[in-house]
């Protein structure tokens, strides 16, 4: 079975010091790969998303940047944090559109359990 | 930009009761998702509806779909405290727009 691990699940960090979110999925090949963050009491903004190693798409410009350095890991990044970073961070993956693998390839996504992050 | 709206933002019900939400959106889609996020933990999908279903059923589960009215509703029946959780519907555009997210729904069940 898949499984989704994100880590760490609380960060607390001054402004301007750098930041590392680490997301890795078991039990698939080739996903898509997703970073959301969620403000408190909203919805999902989309970060990133990748369709394979070193391939990257950012949704919107930001502070953060994302990195994919093997098929089933994803990085979210920033060299100096701000304030207005914080927010809870979100990984998820899904099946390829047109994967072999034989899975109904709706789109459905699979969440990690995300990282607080708060910017002081 | 948040392409599904759900409305109400916030709802309070009684164990057993039915709890209704709904999602607008603009474009047109392929499908349409539900999920559920419990405080503080990620999101779990809980069903899905293409663009040319009408209803689905799923355990207490019941999702309706008005392409014509580009609209969604999730019916959870006999609710139950466990229920109580925030309600996403998301949307996957036709144009090839990666699966955007409502603001949510925050549902509160009392035992």
């Known amino acids: 079975s898949q499984t989704i691990h994100q880590w760490p699940a609380t960060l607390v960090q001054p402004v301007g010091s750098p930041l590392s979110l680490e997301c890795t999925v078991e039990?698939?090949?080739?996903?898509?790969l997703y970073w959301y963050r969620q403000a408190a009491g909203r919805g999902l903004q989309l970060l990133f998303y990748s369709v394979g190693i070193g391939q990257i798409s950012s949704e919107v410009p930001q502070n953060l940047s994302a990195s994919r350095p093997q098929d089933r890991q994803f990085i979210l990044s920033s060299k100096k944090l701000l304030l207005s970073d914080s927010g809870f961070y979100l990984c998820?993956?899904?099946?390829?559109?047109?994967?072999?693998?034989?899975?109904?390839?709706?789109?459905?996504?699979?969440f990690g359990e995300g990282s607080r992050l708060t910017v002081l | 930009s948040q392409q599904g709206e759900e409305d109400p933002q916030a709802l309070s019900i009684q164990e057993g009761e039915n709890a209704t939400m709904n999602c607008s959106y603009k474009t047109s889609i392929n499908n349409l998702q539900w999920y559920r996020q419990n405080s503080g933990r990620g999101l779990v999908h809980l069903i899905l509806?293409?663009?040319?279903?009408r209803e689905k059923h799923s355990g207490r589960l019941r999702v309706t779909l008005d392409t014509s009215k580009k609209s969604s509703s999730l019916l959870i029946t006999a609710s139950r405290a466990a229920d109580t959780a925030s309600y996403f519907c998301?949307?996957?555009?036709?144009?090839?727009?990666?699966?955007?997210f409502g603001e949510g729904t925050q549902l509160t069940v009392n035992p």
């Open positions: 998301a949307t996957d555009g036709t144009s090839g727009s990666r699966l955007t």
């Open positions: 509806i293409r663009s040319n279903e």
């Open positions: 039990g698939t090949s080739n996903p898509n």
């Open positions: 998820a993956w899904s099946v390829p559109p047109f994967s072999a693998s034989g899975r109904d390839n709706t789109g459905e996504l699979f």
